[in-house]
């Protein structure tokens, strides 16, 4: 099938590579030429695993091609994605401009009927208004415009897989053209095994935020427990093991740290609430959720802050900027809000990311970058584990013990193994775990 993708970001190339993995002709469109260009050319415009080489691979093959302009994009299309973002407005509403230009701009350019897929994260109602957007664009198509909403649960770092392997996908949809058109796109994954759940098109926009706004509960859950485990002198990981052992919870999600971040989590739950609200109903829950992800961050900070007393002219080395391993993204990263919390109360703050470095120093200009987690450990008075990176279980502690002023460290995401820190001198605090003193010599 042909299909058309506006927006090319962290869901929209995605989106590209495993239609065109699985042998759909696609067509790739963004605002940003630039992107276009360099996506022609198979460069990833962000770090994602295994991305990279499908795109190129796509590209080479003739199946996918991108292009700035739209109707280029859309001419003959019998889907089009919409993947643009969805950003928060300072009230928390979802601020869904992009979706409508975007909208109005395939509805000006369609030559002939044409399925919609909603993938950005809306609130509920979107699809009609995108609908009727794009009749009032294009009267003379307006029967032949189905819109569908086809939420993305894709998780960044395992993208590829989550995509070209679903869980489970899911479109909502007002048409029997509708769902006919997206089981027949859909049909290559299918055929693998994914189950494809077809709903009305109100309550699959409502799920995608529902099961956004749950995980973001279970975080909140884990984090509010390690609290009260700080108090009981309790181990959170040892109540969270006990609970996960239930079916019925599950320990995925389950996990105390900094908390969630990322460009969905934080807005969708925000705009969820919102959007509830507008309907009449106030989900007081999720303001809960909302209010103990911030202070997961601040339980973090004032643990450093206990270890070093007064944080001016003393050194923080801060491992893992990304908002969660695998991937370079930093929007909402709790990692990024620990850092200006500390430098904020006078302290030096010197990170190291895997992927992220470069999109920090705009994001937190007085963040030092270092090239290595031992350079930045060079003169810290505590280190800080802001993102659990798989490749920072194999750092050496014994080489860290010798190169910082201090051999403090404040595991933010309870990822470390304390045996190994505190065997090499250093005195392990954890959220809602017991503080470890390091072992005695010998
Ligand atoms: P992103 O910022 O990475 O990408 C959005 C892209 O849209 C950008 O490349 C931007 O240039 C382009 N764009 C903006 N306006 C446009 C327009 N009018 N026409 C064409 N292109 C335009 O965002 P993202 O992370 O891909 O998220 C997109 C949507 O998907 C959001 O609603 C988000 O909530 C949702 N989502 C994201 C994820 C995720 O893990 N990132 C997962 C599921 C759902």
Not at 63 to 82: C, K, M, N, S, Y
Not at 100 to 120: D, I, N
Not at 344 to 357: K, L, N, T, Y
């Amino acid at each position: 099938m042909r299909v058309a993708v506006i927006g090319t970001g962290h869901v929209g190339l995605i989106t590209c590579v495993s239609m065109a993995e699985v042998g759909h002709d696609v067509a790739g469109m963004d605002a940003d030429p630039d992107k276009m260009a360099s996506l022609a050319a198979g460069v990833m415009p962000f770090y994602e695993p295994g991305v990279g080489e499908l795109l190129r691979s796509n590209v080479a093959a003739g199946r996918l091609r991108f292009t700035p302009d739209t109707a280029d994009a859309v001419a003959g299309a019998d889907v089009v994605f919409i993947c643009v973002g969805t950003p928060p407005r300072a009230s928390g509403e979802a601020n869904l401009l992009a979706v409508e230009h975007a909208a109005r701009a395939v509805a000006v350019v369609a030559t002939g009927p044409l399925v919609v897929a909603q993938k950005s994260t809306v609130p509920a109602g979107s699809a009609h208004r995108l609908r009727r957007t794009m009749a009032l664009a294009r009267p003379d198509l307006a029967d032949g415009f189905h819109v569908v909403s086809n939420p993305e649960f894709l998780r960044e770092g395992h993208a590829l897989e989550d995509a070209l392997r679903p869980e489970r996908l899911l479109v909502g949809a007002e048409s029997v053209r509708g769902h006919e058109v997206m089981r027949q796109l859909y049909l290559p994954f299918t055929a693998a095994g994914a189950p494809l759940i077809e709903t009305d098109i109100h309550s699959a926009e409502l799920a995608k935020h529902a099961s956004n706004a749950f995980l973001s509960m279970k975080i909140s859950f884990a984090n509010a427990l390690a609290r009260i485990a700080e108090l009981a002198d309790a181990d959170v990981e040892a109540i969270v093991d006990v609970m996960g052992a239930d079916a019925r919870i599950g320990r995925e999600f389950l996990g105390a740290g900094l908390g969630y971040g990322g460009y969905c989590f934080p807005k969708d739950l925000v705009a969820f609430q919102h959007l509830a609200a507008t309907l009449g109903y106030d989900f007081g829950l999720l303001r809960e959720v909302a209010k103990i992800n911030d202070e997961a961050v601040e339980a973090a900070v004032a643990k450093v802050r206990e270890a070093l007393w007064n944080l001016e002219a003393k050194r923080v080395a801060l491992l893992g900027l990304s908002f969660k391993p695998e991937t370079d993204d930093i929007r909402f990263s709790p990692s990024l809000v620990v850092a200006r919390r500390l430098i904020e109360s006078g302290a030096e703050v010197i990170g190291f990311d895997p992927q992220a470095g470069e999109s920090v120093r705009a994001e937190v200009p007085d963040l030092e970058l270092a090239a290595d987690p031992y350079e930045a450990a060079r003169g810290a008075h505590c280190l800080v584990l802001g993102t659990g990176w798989e490749e920072f279980r194999s750092l050496d502690w014994d080489k860290l013990a010798e190169l910082v002023a201090f051999p403090i460290v404040v595991d933010g995401r309870n990822f470390l193994d304390p045996a190994e820190v505190t065997a090499a001198g250093f005195t392990y605090h954890a959220m809602g775990r017991p503080t470890v003193a390091p072992a005695p010599p010998g």
